[in-house]
Structure formats: C-alpha cells, structure tokens
C-alpha cells in the first residue's frame, strides 16, 4: 500500500475546490496557467494533492492582495526553485561531510621547513618547530 503524505493525489475537483473556496473553473483555469499542476488518472481527470490545495490559498490571498495572475506565476515558480536549491545545498552538504568523514586524515597538516605536509592522525610532525594546524571534529 502506498503511504499518504501532501503530495498524495486524493482530491477531485468538486472537492478541491470546496477545501479552496474557489469555483472548479477556477481551479481549471489556474491548471491551464500552470499556477497549479494537479495529477491526472489514466481517464484525465484531475487529482489535487494538500500541497496543491495550499497552493490555490496562497493564490487566493495574493491575488485579494492585488498581485497579478503573472506575478503570482512568477512567485510560485521562484518559491519552487528555492525550495528545489535548498534540497540540492542540503543534498552537497551531506556528501561534503560524508567525503570528510571518509577522510579524516587529510584534514590535518604541519607546516614547516619543508612546506605544508598531511599528518596522519595521532601522528606528530617530524620537528619540534613545526607548527600543526586542525579541525576539531563537530557533532
């Protein structure tokens, strides 16, 4: 069985539309405008997720603010692109730390006679008067 979160298609329009307090042809409208992009069954018809619904309120109170139906568009279309950039940051920062945890010995160095050189952990430089610099780890 399929588990259910806000992206599970189960509204028809009728139905969506009740929940946004808006009329059906409305919510085909704003599908032809690619405001809001339902799912559809294999006969066509639409299928509206939570998310979608959010979605129609938050069009709803832009559009009784004065914001354009394009300007609307646009908003929907960067709040996208943000959210899916700050999956991909998410996404790097996880393989960043997971490439450091794979490497902890790199992350520790010694300068000194002869340059900057890796020190293996629980090493010491090879001179007293080198000057050993790491990071600390964080939890």
């Given at each position: 069985m399929e588990e259910l979160n806000e992206d599970s298609p189960l509204f028809v329009i009728s139905l969506a539309a009740t929940m946004a307090q808006m009329h059906p042809q409305t919510l085909r409208q704003y599908?032809?405008?690619g405001l809001v992009?339902?799912?559809r069954t294999s006969g066509q018809s639409r299928r509206y997720t939570l998310r979608n619904i959010a979605q129609l309120r938050e069009i709803a109170r832009l559009s009784a603010e004065g914001v354009s139906l394009e300007g609307i568009r646009r908003i929907i279309e960067l709040d996208n692109e943000n959210a899916e950039?700050?999956?991909?940051?998410?996404?790097?920062?996880q393989a960043l730390a997971?490439?450091?945890?794979n490497r902890p010995?790199?992350?520790i160095f010694a300068?000194?006679?002869q340059?900057?050189?890796?020190?293996?952990?629980?090493?010491?430089?090879?001179k007293a008067t080198s000057l050993v610099l790491w990071r600390a780890n964080r939890q």
């Open positions: 599908d032809r405008m992009q339902p799912s950039l700050k999956v991909r940051v998410r996404e790097l920062e997971n490439e450091m945890m010995g790199a992350r300068a000194g006679d340059g900057v050189v890796s020190v293996a952990r629980g090493k010491r430089p090879s």
